[in-house]
């Protein structure tokens, strides 16, 4: 069964950090680019971030998030990570995972139909 799963969220201070997982089974990791996307209550769903399929290459950060956020991968642990630093109140919603074979240009990760494959998703609370 191809699975996503996210973890590492939870409830932090405003300036604080967070890291979150993506842990992949069902099919090998390093074969997709896996996006990071934010859904907020009352607001769509937005991608943050992505890394390409394979050694990663290349990484791709919305604005909102660039300097704070870093997206990394660990093909060996079939799993891809963001670690968000600083944190502010606005960067609280649910964080998801997806998975899009077999990468995505700079025009396309932002898209959520691009991807294949979506997480659960993990609650990410920033308090003030």
């Known amino acids: 069964e191809v699975q996503l799963v996210e973890s590492g969220g939870g409830l932090v201070q405003a300036g604080g950090s967070l890291r979150l997982a993506c842990a992949a089974s069902g099919f090998i990791l390093d074969d997709y680019a896996i996006g990071w996307f934010r859904q907020a209550p009352g607001k769509e769903r937005e991608g943050i971030s992505c890394i390409s399929g394979g050694d990663g290459g290349n990484r791709y950060y919305a604005a909102s998030v660039e300097g704070r956020f870093t997206v990394s991968r660990d093909n060996a642990k079939n799993t891809v990570y963001l670690q968000m630093n600083s944190l502010k109140p606005e960067d609280t919603g649910v964080y998801y995972c997806?998975?899009?074979?077999?990468?995505?240009?700079?025009?396309?990760?932002?898209?959520?139909?691009?991807?294949?494959?979506w997480g659960q998703g993990a609650q990410v609370t920033v308090s003030s």
């Open positions: 997806g998975a899009a074979w077999p990468t995505l240009g700079a025009t396309q990760w932002t898209k959520v139909f691009q991807y294949d494959y």
